[in-house]
T-cell receptor, first 114, second 113 residues
Framework: GAGVSQSPSNKVTEKGKDVELRCDPI?????LYWYRQSLGQGLEFLIY????????KSGLPSDRFSAERTGGSVSTLTIQRTQQEDSAVYLC????????????FGPGTRLLVL | LAKTTQPISMDSYEGQEVNITCSHNNIATNDYITWYQQFPSQGPRFIIQ???TKVTNEVASLFIPADRKSSTLSLPRVSLSDTAVYYC??????????????FGAGTRLAVHP
């Protein structure tokens, strides 16, 4: 596609439910990143994919968070047993080749946990 | 990644030039300086990147002194649509790794009529 797309754009869920967030990177981009932005805060790195592998998961805040990428394209970020502190905007970015290049961000998914 | 310090907020008026300075005292030899712009309800957008001296593109200019311990993003003749948060990032773009971007709080620029 022309840019990075994410779905859903907004998600409201109840505490304890699982949620799945989707990212479609720019076609041909092998590097994919997930970030989280809490209200009024800067972006926090979560995980990095190169192809289908995730060599850096160091930013995932707990074992309730997981992510996968299939076919070197679409990625899903799953949050199990959501908590109120998980409420944030989840942003996906992709870049070409090794990942050293400019990252292009999607519009984000706004998650609200009630 | 080197820690950066930039003003929390700035105000300007349409048509003025805006300069946002970022301090990165412990920048490493291989580190590049990158600026991103973020509008409300959108993801960050790459503006400009440089290593030393001056870089200019169709959007902005980036001035980097010889010691590289600071950098200044210059936006010529701002308009209301330039109201956004501007992030300064410093990191290694040259090694065989990847870019785990570390964003600070950014500078919130408000452009007034």
């Amino acid at each position: 596609g022309a840019g990075v797309s994410q779905s859903p754009s907004n998600k409201v869920t109840e505490k304890g439910k699982d949620v799945e967030l989707r990212c479609d990177p720019i076609s041909g981009h092998t590097a994919l990143y997930w970030y989280r932005q809490s209200l009024g805060q800067g972006l926090e790195f979560l995980i990095y994919f190169q192809g289908n592998s995730a060599p850096d998961k160091s930013g995932l805040p707990s074992d309730r968070f997981s992510a996968e990428r299939t076919g070197g394209s679409v990625s899903t970020l799953t949050i199990q047993r959501t908590q109120q502190e998980d409420s944030a905007v989840y942003l996906c970015a992709s870049s070409s080749l090794s990942g050293k290049e400019t990252q292009y961000f999607g519009p984000g998914t706004r998650l609200l946990v009630l | 990644l080197a820690k950066t310090t930039q003003p929390i907020s700035m105000d300007s008026y349409e048509g003025q030039e805006v300069n946002i300075t970022c301090s990165h005292n412990n920048i490493a030899t291989n580190d590049y300086i990158t600026w991103y712009q973020q509008f409300p309800s959108q993801g960050p957008r790459f503006i400009i990147q440089g290593y030393k001296t001056k870089v200019t593109n169709e959007v902005a200019s980036l001035f980097i002194p010889a010691d590289r311990k600071s950098s200044t993003l210059s936006l010529p003749r701002v308009s209301l649509s330039d109201t956004a948060v501007y992030y300064c990032l410093v990191g290694d773009m040259g090694s065989g790794g990847y870019n785990k971007l570390i964003f600070g709080a950014g500078t919130r620029l408000a452009v007034h009529p």
